[in-house]
């Protein structure tokens, strides 16, 4: 018996019909299957640095809004994702960031690597350093990303001064330092003005006395702030509009908390 024959005699002139509309429905949901549920993203991402792997990285499909976090061995996996022309975004705390385009409309697989710098990732990993204090942490990274000064890591510190923070200012520009009064002071001049001035000095985002400049050795450095006027930030330049520098020390999460 074909099955033909169970079909009611009124039916078999609709059957290639039917048969035909039930086709293009599986073709429908096989098609949508694969541009929905099938599309997989995966990479990897590394330091730009050393190719070492970055876990806890997030990675973004940007038209999309399609998020994953990198694994120990920083690889991710994105499923479900739209046959697009996109951007791959992986950042870590919005401070280290890469973007790569990657077009999605191929029938795949998709794989992609990407790397972020060893400088960027140094500021993000402060500001894990400083997460103890939110507000001291979000204020720094609205500063780095704001790109308004310069930011000294301990590396490069240690290259140009191994004992004294005071001497490591020698090596920076349109700074000088004098001896007064029994101390090494600090003086800067900022980049629209031809006076120097004796900046505004900050300890893990909490203002400081002059002389912890003088005080303070290399060793116990994590990082710098240093801006010059007219880029002095909002919460510096209420102390001081010429110059300020923040000193990043060794346990940033308990003192500013403090």
Known sequence: MLLTDLVPG???????TLVAILLILLSVHAGFSQERGDRVLMGRVVSEDTGEPLSNVLIELEAQGIQALTDSTGRFRIA???PVVDTVKASYFNLASSRVPVDLTGTGPYEINLSLSG?????????V?????????????????G?????????????????RLIDFFRTVRRTRIRYEQGEWRLFMRGLTSARYCRPAIFMNGVPAP??????TT????????LYWDPNVPGEFKRFNSCAAVNIWTGNPSAIAEG
């Open 129 to 145: 350093q400083i997460r103890g204090s939110p507000w001291a942490a979000s204020q720094f990274a609205h500063r780095i990303e």
């Open 210 to 215: 002059d002389w912890v400049i003088d005080a």
């Open 147 to 163: 790109r308004r000064g310069e930011i000294v890591f301990y590396p490069e510190i240690r290259r140009r001064s191994t004992l």
């Open 119 to 127: 400088a960027a990732f140094a500021v993000a990993d402060l500001v």
């Open 80 to 82: 479900g994702i739209a």
């Open 218 to 225: 290399v060793e116990d450095v994590l990082a710098l702030e």
């Open 10 to 16: 009124p039916l078999k002139k609709l059957l290639p």
